[in-house]
Structure formats: structure tokens, C-alpha cells
């Protein structure tokens, strides 16, 4: 039986509003700032805890050769999933445990809490405390040991498929996220029955 349901945080529970003019202002070819960003090593030293978000950004904008480039990209806007927060409200509301495990930085607490997502949920795994990130299985045995479960009990999703591999191999559900509608119908089929 499914007592918990662990969803991924960036591309699932909240999206990013990009500006798609950022680079060109800068005078930085198109996409230069997301392919340093999340390139080793720096997205594994920023997701494990080894830099904070603030030296992230900083190196970033070295690399990228535009300090200021950097920094605006670091404040772009973020929004919740209306319809996700109303499923996770749901779930709550039948007893599931719902938590976030998300290869964050450091600010993650504080940017949950400032938005309201964080109220949604009952625990949030950031990677950059655990100090293991998705999909090393690390990571999602710190979640197991932490809620006191079975992973059998667990059902995961990511916006990333190559994220859910790390939650099979110690035994949790797992769905590859699209949508809340094929959430639903995957949540069903692991005998979670919410009404709509």
C-alpha cells in the first residue's frame, strides 16, 4: 500500500518564467548560461552542498564571462503548479504522506517558504543537505530511513526520466511526470484512488 508519494520539485511542482531575451542582452549566445550551470562539476558541487548557491552563480558568471548575466538569471521568477498543490492537497487530505526530494541548493528552505509551496508539504529532501543527489540511491534511502517506511510504500515521480532510476533500485513506485492527469492514472494503478 502506497503511504507516500515523493515528488520532484523543479519541473513538477514549480516552473521557472525564463526570459528568453536574457542572453542576447549581454551579448552571450543563446543557451551559454544553462550549459554551464549544469554541466559537472559545478551542478554536482552546487546540488551536494560542496558551493552555495551564491558561489554558483558567481562561477557561472565567470565562466560565462558576464557577472550580471549571471546574477539575473539567478533571480528569474518562479511559479507553482496550481494543479499539482491541489493534488498534493488531496492526497494530504486522505491520509498520504506528501514530500519533495529535489537536487536544490541551499536556499531551498527559504524559497519554499517565501512562495508558500513549502506549506503543502509535510517534508522536503534537498539534495544539497543530504549531500547525495538524484538518482544516487543515497539519496532516496535517506528519504526511506527518514519517513520510517518500506520503499514499497513509496511512490516517485520526476519530471526526469534518467532521475527515477536510483528510487527503482531500492524499490519504490515510480512515474515519469508529464502531466497531472497521467499522475492520476499512474497514482490509480499503484492503488492510490483520489477523487478528482
Avoid: Q
Wanted: charged share 25%.
Amino acid at each position: 500500500m502506497i503511504r507516500a508519494v515523493l515528488f520532484d520539485l523543479d519541473g513538477v511542482v514549480r516552473h521557472f518564467h525564463h526570459d528568453p531575451d536574457l542572453e542576447a542582452r549581454h551579448g552571450l549566445p543563446d543557451g551559454t548560461i544553462l550549459r554551464i550551470a549544469f554541466a559537472a562539476p559545478l551542478i554536482e558541487a552546487v546540488t551536494t552542498g560542496a558551493l552555495t548557491r551564491e558561489e554558483w552563480i558567481t562561477r557561472v558568471g565567470e565562466a560565462a564571462g558576464s557577472p550580471t548575466a549571471a546574477r539575473e538569471w539567478g533571480r528569474t521568477p518562479f511559479a507553482a503548479d496550481p494543479d499539482v498543490l491541489a493534488l498534493v492537497d488531496e492526497l494530504r487530505s486522505h491520509g498520504i504522506i506528501c514530500a519533495i526530494l529535489t537536487n536544490g541548493t541551499d536556499t531551498i528552505a527559504d524559497e519554499l517558504e517565501v512562495s508558500g509551496i513549502g506549506a503543502h508539504f509535510d517534508r522536503v529532501f534537498n539534495s544539497a543537505e543530504i549531500g547525495h543527489a538524484k538518482p544516487d540511491v543515497r539519496a532516496f534511502r535517506h528519504v526511506v530511513d527518514d519517513l520510517v517506511l518500506v520503499p514499497e510504500e513509496i511512490f516517485f515521480l520526476d519530471d526526469s526520466e534518467g532521475k527515477l532510476s536510483g528510487a527503482r533500485e531500492v524499490g519504490m513506485y515510480t512515474h515519469h511526470f508529464s502531466g497531472v492527469a497521467g499522475l492520476r492514472t499512474a497514482l490509480a494503478a499503484a492503488g492510490v484512488m483520489v477523487p478528482r
